[in-house]
């Protein structure tokens, strides 16, 4: 139950163990919203998703209607889903992408239409197996259903959509390596200049990239309008948004919630939604908005689940996972596993990125396990600097995409908020938490 | 001389047939290889560059970069063990430590009968039911020592031939609906950049 | 339809924007590297390159721009120069920046410098001396890898040096086609690697250890063979082949280590072919290191070839690299003896030959070795002093000299930039491997469309708009129905070897080539001999059509060998003069300045050598060799092994051992490439400077100083003596070289020569170097050589007017007509033969090549390729091997079948032996060189 009594976007449909299905689908209203689009003129569309003021789901943010405004129409167009969801604590889109296809799919030709475009690929993380049989077959079944082909619905419109998996690399969750990725290449982040897919994309055509919720809370939006969607929530972050709680709660889960309209404090401690700390346990810190967000004390508890009060308060919602950490926890630990995932995941191109990242996971590595020297905190800062100059929030970026700049966040806020946890690492020869 | 047999060379095309640009089925012909073998050979990816009309060399530099994709054999199970951060918090590092410990090999590498190969994973998006497992991709829940070494022994003996697939198979449904919407498109999509190039 | 924009000026294409304070001027849309660094202001990089797209992936190239949301670092490899744009290279941000980028690209890079190859020319280690930050704060361990695997038979690669620039891979894939190698991995892991058992066998490979900017890619042939700082280093260009690539020729104590592609922007661009960079080691040859050895030891010079007995080279301890000292046969024995003896005997047996047989029973036969002063002086010598008009640059192996040398002419540039690129030709990739790279490029960036008719489907052909296939004979019939004359299509039993609808599509491209202007404007027609196995008369025959129907096109004349163009250019041929001009309208011209030409036309290479094996009155009775050996570039080696075994008198001027030097009476050793100055023209007629990097070995003497004593000895003074004089009296005499001042090259602005005749589309454009484009050059010139960055100023229109003596212009002889086709009658194909085609491949057992021991082993055997079912009715499988006979000979190949083959036609490259080892030149054993196409039998053993 929500804390607000905001219409249940997403999670609507999944008290039904048989959400995936199209039987389902359809007995609770699916394709109606699409039906209903192409009545519309695809201007009206999306003028309507324009005027909901949908953020993108996928971390950056952007204003949905706004991207699709800068789309090229010239020469052929294509939308791009994300749902490469490998952010780390982040699992929502996986949830969606296994017990809700249709509606992400009703989202992508809803959108498809207000684009005018006739293609569309739904990018699923090669891990989520069993995502990509349901996607599959949600797509066949649509096929069959006539929501997708030639002349959908009798409406003229027609479009193909293509499930396209991974293959095991977070950073084709950047919308750049993702249509490298599409296109048979390695993950490589492309080089800005051209800032926009919109601008130049898949084949080197115009192309829309947007995240799997994005995407669904379209025929939502198309059914109830626009305006509805605006009114919930507050200032520009209007709507629901899927929350994943993780860590040291007793009821980690994804939680649909209005945003603004609740806090982390409600998110972390209401008895439907997190349920509080296990063992009554101390709140150390939280993560509020993936690995490279910096992390956030219990001063922070009642700031709102809203994209700008968060960044105002110096760090981000992001990709809207919440990482609670109890009064057991070992930052240096935690800081060494967020760095040694980036280092990991690094694609390789730019050398901050690909060398700095080793490096600090090395460092941290040594501080943990009982090497740490006291000169290693400030090289640890030093190195930050040279991969995000300035080491301030938001970051400087000066490499190819925004991974290099995320590594430094969970360094520099853990170093900010528990030298001394550092310190004792370093003065005891290893870590205290055992 | 084909690499594939007869009825993934059905599948093979028609994956190609998919894409505007033959390349794109790079990946999913490696999954698609994977599927048949289990890991990616020499002669799965000559054939595949051969496919989508690029080097061998290509495909090899392409297919490294993807964790999920593999040019050396591994065993019947890919075990994955996920500890990043939220898993972490939740006794990951001490599961993956027993996980070493019960299958007897390092991260990395695949038990001597050729059944278990063993992986740290990064998160698999599956963070409130830590610390994660995957068993040739799918979630298997497994959250503690005791349930990890029940689920190794059931493996072994054949079991869960249902929920968890031979390791390569990624998925069991095919696309059957919607040809392309238009086969000409492509043609004339294709003729208009010449035109204007 | 109308352009709703004006084109653009230069004027209003510029930008002007503050670099470090201070303003300056960019081209808008040129990036900040390159804008910076023409402006005198060097932005540290590495991955990136002039000559490639730019990845950013480095990071060393950080500047600051102001920007409305304050200054923030940018890479100065992809960011464009905008109008009024603020940019600091300077600032303690950037300092801090570049500072970070290199300890990073530091911590995992070995600590090897002392050892490795760049050690010394390495921007890694300047850049770090300039700005990397002192001591190591890393103390964590270094990434480990194998140490050096060899990627190709050339190449090595030291994955703990990799920076992963990509620019190695990059070239594989965008300049060179072939992504054999290519990055694999992630992140830290990323490493260049190629796909297992198939190495990095491009002809392009040595350009990636070039451009390498550290020491990851090394080449065998140089390794640990110098270090730079002993190296010390002439411009030249590379006559390996006609097209003329600018090269850096390095040397140490007298032996070449090592040769870099210079930026020359009109011609290669900064590359090379691995042939034109290692063949250097034929140079060097293993006499050079040897020493001299026993005077009075007869040596065996032609049988015994480098490499050639593999089992019993280590035994022989005086393998012959090279001929370093003058010799007279002696029974069966070569006798080694001094210069003048051999002189006066090769001059005591023509004039006995020229006074009891007439000029015309001399013949010389080779030229395209020599530098432009050499063949002056040689042509000189036979036309004017004995009076034969038998030279022949054209070993048989080329096409007629009056037409190459009367077309209207394209340079590179107009041909790469061309409409439309009619390739009438063979295999470019193999036959003038720079030239694919430059029209590669030019095709993938929509510069050119290319028309392709060949003999076989070719590396170009993927690239190519249309590519048909031609049959021997058939080229005529093809050119007129291009053309859009009426031709009876070619008639085969096997069909047409191309659509209908192919040619018509040619024909529409070359068409809309040229919306006004004569026919043919707007079309480059590119040609070549393709096959050697047909008679020149009817490639000849088909460009004469091209050109007779098509007044407003242009022609590149695809010549293969060294200096061929400049050998051409100056009179080796029956029937040419020097500077473009005929026997017959230069006679008055050259009577008046040599004293005498010859009274006929002479005979070419194919009519001496058939000549030589006949007797009675007029026939050829003394062969002079130039650098050439018949016995492996003749197409017939039936014909040219009769020829030498019957000539009265061989002279052979050899730089290398080969097959005919058995023959050879007299042998005068001359020096080749890189041992002596003078000048080459390439196949667009661009005269270049060749550098001197070693004295000549042994003996060996500079070809036109050969010349010159001969004549003396023959009681002739040629009056020439010095490569300068020489060059003057070029400039004097021959009318397309008037003008040429041979002091115009030694200026900055000449460095990549000028085109001939002067004043063609040619404006000589300069380009800075990059020192980490080309790090080998750069550091070489620090040590002494001038500096070539920063100069950029184009040869000035004034200076253009004063080489431009004109007054003397309407006393010249004109240029050359073109000689109107011919017609050719080609037999009718059987159903039991195949036609022959012999095709060019770049390995071949060419000097270069056996004399280089790192390329040696690189070349292929012989193989009979044919189309599938042409195979498959015989019951042949790929690797079988099988008999291919003609009326000449047979040789035993195995079969390969090849889809870009037509029905009816059998391939078998030129130059390369049966499998076995048997005959070393499988086709010229097969080929008739009088017949005007060769068929042959294919059978199973
Ligand atoms: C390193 C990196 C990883 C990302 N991973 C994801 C992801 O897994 N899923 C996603 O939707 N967006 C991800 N993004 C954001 C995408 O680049 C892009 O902004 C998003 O897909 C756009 O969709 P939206 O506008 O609907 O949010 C990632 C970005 C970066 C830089
Ligand atoms: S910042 Fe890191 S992940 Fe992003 S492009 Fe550069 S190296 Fe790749
Ligand atoms: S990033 Fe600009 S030179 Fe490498």
């Known amino acids: ?434 | 001389m084909s690499y594939f047999n007869a009825t993934m060379t059905g599948r093979a095309r028609q994956l190609v047939s998919l894409y505007p640009e033959p390349r794109s089925a790079l990946v999913p012909l490696c999954h698609l290889a994977q599927e048949q073998d289990g890991w990616l050979t020499p002669e799965a990816m000559e054939e595949i560059a051969e496919l989508v009309g690029v080097t061998p060399a290509e495909v090899r530099g392409t297919a490294t970069f993807y964790d999920m994709l593999h040019t050396e054999p591994v065993g019947r199970y890919v075990v994955a063990v996920c500890t990043n951060i939220a898993c972490l918090l939740d006794g990951a590092i001490e599961l993956l430590a027993h996980a070493q410990e019960r299958l007897g090999v390092p991260v990395g590498a695949t038990t001597p009968d050729g059944l278990f190969t063993l992986e740290e994973a990064e998160c698999l998006a599956d963070c409130d039911h830590p610390p994660c497992v995957q068993v040739n991709h799918r979630f298997v829940r497994t959250t503690t020592a005791a349930a990890f070494d029940r689920l190794v022994e059931e493996l072994s003996a054949g079991g869960h031939a249902e929920d968890i697939p031979a390791h390569g198979t990624l998925v069991r449904v095919r696309r059957s609906g919607g040809l392309r919407v238009d086969a000409g498109q492509i043609a004339r999509e294709r003729a208009a950049q010449e035109g204007s190039g | ?941």
């Open chain 1, 1 to 434: 139950m929500p804390l607000t009594d905001a219409p249940r976007i997403m999670t609507a449909r999944l008290g039904d163990p048989d959400s995936y299905t199209i039987e389902r689908y359809l007995e609770t209203g699916g394709y109606q919203a699409l039906r209903k689009a192409l009545t519309m003129t695809p201007a009206e569309v999306a003028a309507e998703v324009d005027a909901a003021s949908l953020l993108g789901r996928g971390g950056a943010g952007f204003p949905a209607g706004r991207k699709w405004s800068m789309l090229k129409k010239d020469p052929v167009t294509s939308l791009v889903v994300n749902g490469d969801e490998s952010e780390p604590a982040t699992f929502k889109d996986h949830l969606l992408i296994e017990r809700i296809p249709h509606q992400i799919l009703e989202g992508v030709i809803i959108s498809a239409y207000a684009l005018q475009v006739t293609r569309a690929f739904v990018y699923v993380r090669g891990e989520f197996a069993l995502g990509l049989e349901r996607m599959e077959q949600a797509l066949n079944d649509a096929y069959h259903h006539g929501a997708v082909g030639a002349d959908i619905f009798s409406s003229g419109f027609s479009l193909d959509i293509v499930v396209h998996p991974g293959a095991g690399a977070y950073i084709c969750g950047d919308e750049t390596a993702l249509l490298e990725s599409l296109e048979g290449k390695r993950g490589f982040p492309r080089i800005k200049p051209p800032y926009y897919p919109a601008v130049i994309g898949l084949y080197h055509q115009p192309t829309v990239v947007n995240n799997v919720e994005t995407m669904a809370n379209i025929p939502w939006i198309v059914a109830n309008g626009g305006a509805a969607f605006a009114a919930l929530g507050a200032g520009r972050s209007c709507g629901t948004r899927m929350f994943a709680l993780s860590g040291h709660v007793n009821r980690p889960g994804p939680y649909e919630v209005e945003m603004v309209k609740v806090s982390f404090r409600d998110l972390i401690y209401a008895e439907e939604l997190g349920g509080g700390i296990r063992a009554d346990r101390e709140l150390k810190a939280f993560i509020p908005g993936g690995a490279s967000s910096p992390w956030f004390g219990p001063e922070h508890l009642d700031l709102p689940l809203g994209q700008d009060e968060v960044g105002q308060a110096g760090s981000m919602l992001g990709s809207g996972s919440v990482v609670v950490m109890d009064s057991s926890t070992c930052p240096v630990r935690a800081a060494w596993r967020i760095t040694k995932f980036f280092f990991r995941e690094s694609c390789g191109q730019c050398t901050p990125c690909r060398e700095g990242s080793g490096w600090l996971e090395r460092i941290l590595y040594r501080i943990e396990n009982g090497g740490g020297r006291e000169q290693d905190l400030d090289l640890l800062l030093d190195i930050c600097d040279n991969i995000s100059p300035g080491v301030h929030w938001p970051p400087e970026q000066t490499t190819i995409c925004p991974l290099g700049p995320s590594i430094p966040p969970s360094i520099a806020s853990s170093l900010l908020r528990f030298r001394d946890d550092y310190l004792v690492h370093i003065k005891d020869g290893g870590c205290p938490h055992g």
């Open chain 3, 1 to 941: 339809m109308a352009d709703p924009e004006p084109s653009i000026e230069p004027e209003t294409d510029a930008v002007t924007f503050t670099l470090d304070g201070r303003q300056v001027s960019a081209r808008k849309g040129e990036l900040v590297i390159s804008a910076a660094e023409r402006a005198g202001v060097y932005i540290p990089r590495f991955c990136y390159h002039p000559r490639m797209e730019p990845v950013g992936m480095c990071r060393m190239c950080l500047v600051e721009v102001a920007g409305p949301r304050g200054a923030s670092l940018q890479p100065a490899c992809i960011i464009t120069v905008d109008d009024g744009a603020e940019v600091s290279t300077t600032s303690p941000k950037v300092r801090k920046a570049q500072d970070g980028i290199l300890e990073f690209l530091l911590i995992n890079h070995p600590l090897d410098c002392p050892v490795c190859d760049k050690g010394g020319e390495c921007p890694l280690q300047d850049q770090t001396l300039a700005y990397g930050p002192g001591e190591s704060r890393f103390v964590e361990e270094k990434r480990h890898f194998a140490k050096p695997i060899a990627i190709s038979d050339l190449v090595l690669l030291d994955r703990e040096r990799c920076i992963q620039c990509a620019r190695c891979t990059r070239f594989a894939e965008e300049i060179a086609g072939e992504a054999q190698i290519d990055f694999s991995g992630r992140g830290e892991r990323v490493e260049v690697a190629t796909f297992p058992a198939r190495p990095f066998t491009s002809y392009f490979s040595g350009n990636t250890v070039q451009i390498c900017p550290v020491g990851a890619l090394t080449a065998t042939p140089y390794r640990f063979t110098a270090r730079p700082w002993d190296l010390d280093q002439v411009e030249s260009t590379c006559t390996t082949c006609a097209f003329g690539c600018r090269v850096a020729v390095q040397s140490s104590a007298n032996r070449l280590t090592r040769l870099l592609g210079l930026d020359a922007e009109p011609v290669n661009q900064g590359w090379l072919c691995d042939k034109g960079r290692f063949s250097f080691e034929a140079v060097n040859g293993d006499e050079v290191a040897a020493g001299p050895s026993d005077d009075t030891e007869a040596v065996t010079l032609g049988t015994h070839r480098p490499g050639e007995f593999a089992g019993e080279v280590a035994e022989t301890a005086s393998r012959v690299g090279r001929v370093t000292e003058p010799m007279l046969l002696d029974g069966e024995r070569h006798v080694r003896v001094g210069w003048s003896e051999a002189l006066a005997e090769a001059a005591r047996r023509l004039e006995a030959i020229r006074i009891a047989h007439g000029p015309g029973a001399i013949a010389f036969i080779g030229g395209g070795r020599l530098t432009n002063e050499g063949a002056y002086a040689w042509t000189k010598l036979a036309k004017a002093v004995i009076g034969t008009d038998s030279v022949d640059a054209q070993p048989g192996d080329g096409l007629p000299a009056d037409l190459v040398l009367s077309l209207p002419r394209a340079t590179i540039a107009e041909t790469c930039s061309a409409p439309v690129v009619l390739l009438f030709a063979g295999d470019v990739r193999e036959e003038l491997p720079v030239l694919f790279l430059r029209l590669r490029r030019a095709a993938l960036d929509h510069k050119i469309r290319i028309v392709e008719v060949s003999p076989r489907a070719t590396a170009m052909s993927e690239y190519a708009a249309v590519s048909l296939r031609v049959r021997p004979g058939d080229a005529p019939s093809v050119a007129r129905a291009l053309v859009g004359e009426p031709s009876s299509s070619p008639s085969h039993p096997a069909g047409p070897a191309f659509a209908p609808e192919q040619l018509e599509r040619a024909r529409t491209l070359l068409a809309a080539a040229a919306a006004d202007g004569p026919p043919g404007t707007g079309v480059v027609v590119a040609f070549s001999r393709a096959s050697l196995a047909e008679d020149p008369s009817v490639a000849a025959t088909a460009v004469s059509t091209l050109a007779l129907a098509w007044p407003g096109a242009r022609f590149l004349p695809l010549l293969r060998r060294g200096n061929v163009q400049g050998a051409l250019d100056m009179g080796m041929a029956p029937g040419v003069l020097p500077g473009r001009t005929s026997l017959d309208t230069g006679r008055d011209w050259f009577t008046d300045h040599w004293g005498s030409v010859p009274e006929t036309r002479g005979r070419d290479a194919t009519a001496a050598l058939r000549s030589a094996t006949e007797s009675g009155p007029g026939a050829v009775r003394a062969l002079v060799l130039l650098g050439c050996d018949p016995l492996e570039d003749f197409p017939d080696s039936d014909l040219a092994a009769r020829a030498l075994a019957d000539a009265e008198l061989v002279v052979a001027v050899a730089g290398h051992p080969g097959p005919a030097l058995d023959h050879a009476d007299v042998v005068l050793p001359v020096a080749v490439v890189h041992e002596r100055p003078g000048t080459t023209t390439n196949i667009e007629g661009r005269v270049t400077r060749l550098g001197q990097k070693l004295a000549p070995p042994g003996l060996a003497w500079p070809d036109w100083t050969i010349a010159s004593a001969l004549s003396d000895e023959l009681g002739y003074d040629l009056a020439i003596g010095s490569v300068g004089e020489i060059g003057e009296e070029i400039e004097r005499v021959a009318p397309a070289y008037r003008g040429f001042a041979p002091g115009f090259l030694d200026q900055v602005s000449g460095h990549d020569g000028l085109v001939v005749p002067l004043g063609a589309a040619d404006v000589p454009v300069v380009v800075p170097i990059d020192p980490i484009a080309t790090p080998g050059v750069e550091s070489v010139e620090r040590q002494g050589a001038p500096p070539r960055v920063g100069l950029t100023e184009p040869l000035s229109r004034e200076l253009l007017a004063a080489l431009h003596p004109d007054e003397r212009a309407e006393h010249a002889p004109p240029p050359l007509r073109r000689p109107a086709p011919a017609s050719v009658t080609v037999p009718s194909p059987d159903h039991y033969s195949l036609r022959l085609v012999s095709t060019r491949r770049l390995y071949d057992h060419g000097a270069a090549m056996t004399g280089s021991p790192s390329l040696d082993r690189l070349v292929p055997a012989a193989e009979a390729v044919a189309n599938p079912s042409e195979l498959a009715r015989l019951g042949v499988e790929r690797g079988d091997r099988v008999r291919v006979s003609s009326p000449r000979g047979e040789v035993v190949l195995e079969a390969r079948p090849d889809d870009g083959v037509p029905k009816g036609v059998l391939v078998v490259e030129f130059n390369l032996s049966e499998p076995t080892g048997g005959r070393k030149n499988a086709a010229a054993s097969l080929i008739d060189a009088t017949a005007v196409v060769n068929d042959v039998r294919l059978e199973t053993l």
